[in-house]
């Protein structure tokens, strides 16, 4: 039973995805990083669903709303769509930290949601972030693989650090 588990590729949005300039809302701002979709392409092929988690407390300061949100989430599906890519399904936090939610990253409530909904066997995902609190929201949520992408080569030896996504595909094997 243990094998029919989902196993799943949990990947930050902005900087991981697309390049992050700083709540990004709007499609012409939304710039996908080189590499993405043949990694993304990658994982498929290994049988891996891929799920995007992603805190976006541009929400709740006010600077888009849950529409704006949604009509790019919407196009950015379709972008991998066309791409021969399946996003399983995306998560998204709209608070500020001085809400203290229960879902902002570091806080494990997406994760545990996308396991409640897709029968995930955490064993066998990953995440991949490009902040430290997706690495903690890892930890939090008990998986135990995951990468951070820092191309500034930042001083976190304890992770595994590559320079974007493309480059996770020679972590990641199975
Ligand atoms: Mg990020
Ligand atoms: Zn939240």
């Not at 888009?64 to 379709?78: C, G, P, Q, R, V």
């Not at 399983?88 to 396991?115: E, F, G, W």
């Not at 995440?127 to 939090?140: K, P, R, V, Y």
Request: aromatic share 10%.
């Amino acid at each position: 039973m243990e094998n029919k588990k989902t196993k799943v590729i949990f990947l930050d949005r902005d900087g991981v995805i697309n390049h992050d300039y700083g709540y990004v809302s709007k499609i012409d701002k939304f710039d996908f990083i080189d590499g993405v979709f043949e990694a993304c392409r990658y994982f498929i092929s290994l049988g891996y669903e891929i799920i995007i988690i992603t805190n976006q407390s541009g929400i709740g300061r006010g600077y888009y709303s849950e529409n704006d949100f949604s009509i790019l989430t919407n196009w950015m599906i379709k972008e991998f769509n066309k791409n021969d890519i399946k996003i399983l399904k995306v998560y998204h936090c709209p608070h500020t930290p001085s809400d203290n939610c229960a879902c902002r990253k570091p806080n494990p409530l997406m994760i545990n949601q996308a396991v409640e909904e897709f029968n995930i066997n955490l064993d066998s995902s990953w995440l991949i972030g490009d902040n430290i609190s997706d690495i903690n929201t890892a930890i939090n949520s008990k998986i135990k693989n995951y990468i951070l992408i820092d191309s500034k080569k930042n001083n976190q030896k304890d992770y595994m650090i590559v320079d974007n996504l493309i480059d996770t595909i020679n972590i990641i094997k199975n």
